[in-house]
Each structure stands twice: as C-alpha cells, then as structure tokens.
C-alpha cells in the first residue's frame, strides 16, 4: 500500500534559514515529534550522504538523493518500516513537506495520530526556523 502525504507551514523567515534550519539534521529533535535524527554516512550536506531518523524506536535510514539548497532535499528512505521518498522544499517563505511511502497495512489506522503529530511538528519547525541561529 502506497500513500502521498503534502503538509506546509508558513515561515517568517528568508528562504536560506529555512532550508537550514530543516537540514539541521542534529537539531530537528527540537520541532519533529519524537525522533532523533543523526548523520551516518557523509557530510549530511551533499547527495549521496545518510541519515537515520529514529522515531519512537523505529529507525528510519535515508539516502540524500539531491541537495539543492536553499530550495529543496530529497531522500530515498531505505528501511524495511519506512520505504519511498521525501521532500523538503522551500518555496518563498512556506516550507513544505512531502512523503511518498510504502506503508504497512496497518498505517489507516494510525495515520490521523501520524498527521496529527506531522501538523504538531510543522508549527513547531515554523518557531524554530524563525528563531534559528
């Protein structure tokens, strides 16, 4: 089963502390709900590097596909929980969030708990990214 996920929140910030202030991948305890993110392979500032998220004790490894700041990373997710892709894009001042995934069965059932939390962190990230240094 495969889903499409777009969430965006409105930054007041410019577009180069917004792209990194998301690619902060240390720090994005600090606005993504539950998950510690750390860089494993690579700089984590350049296609090709990895990065694991783990999220509530579900690891989520993903390959840096393209980095193009200030406007956009894309990552391939390559765990066996989490497969597909992601973006984070920057356009203007709005930051926006896509997944492409391949989802267990059960994902129905917890996906409004997942949006819920996804939405938490958006408006989390806003207040980051405007303070961001």
Same mark, same amino acid.
């Given at each position: 089963? $495969? =889903? +499409?996920l777009e969430l965006s929140v409105e930054v007041a910030? !410019? !577009?180069d502390t917004i792209f990194r202030a998301v690619t902060d991948w240390e720090r994005q305890r600090e606005w993504v709900f539950g998950t510690r993110v750390s860089v494993v392979s690579g700089d984590g500032r350049s296609a090709g590097s990895e990065i694991e998220a783990v999220t509530f004790g579900v690891s989520d490894r993903m390959r840096i596909t393209r980095w193009d700041p200030p406007h956009a990373v894309e990552v391939l997710h390559l765990g066996r929980v #989490?497969?597909?892709t992601? #973006?984070?894009a #920057?356009?203007?001042s709005r930051? #926006?969030? =896509?997944e492409r995934l391949d989802v267990p069965f059960f994902f129905p059932s917890v996906k409004p708990l997942f949006m819920l939390a996804l939405r938490? $962190?958006?408006r989390r990230f806003a207040r980051?990214? +405007?303070e961001y240094r």
């Open positions: 089963m $495969s =889903t +499409e910030a !410019p !577009p #989490v497969r597909g992601g #973006v984070f #920057v356009r203007g930051f #926006v969030w =896509t938490r $962190s958006l980051f990214a +405007e």
